[in-house]
């Protein structure tokens, strides 16, 4: 594996040492975590079809007895 050198904050550093010991595995490890914090954007359209149709189901539902 390459490697480079880099300078970096020391204060960078430190927050680097929370996630882990070498800077290497803390940048891997805060990639990974945002990657998991990351969520699609919402299909406002998709969502909107989704509830009009359920909706109009229970109307259905509602209108036989169940």
Known sequence: MA????RISEDALGIANKYAKDLSEAIRMMDRLIEEKSTPPID??????MMRNCIAEEFENLQRGY
């Open 3 to 6: 490697t480079k050198v880099v």
């Open 44 to 49: 406002m359209k998709a969502l909107e079809k």
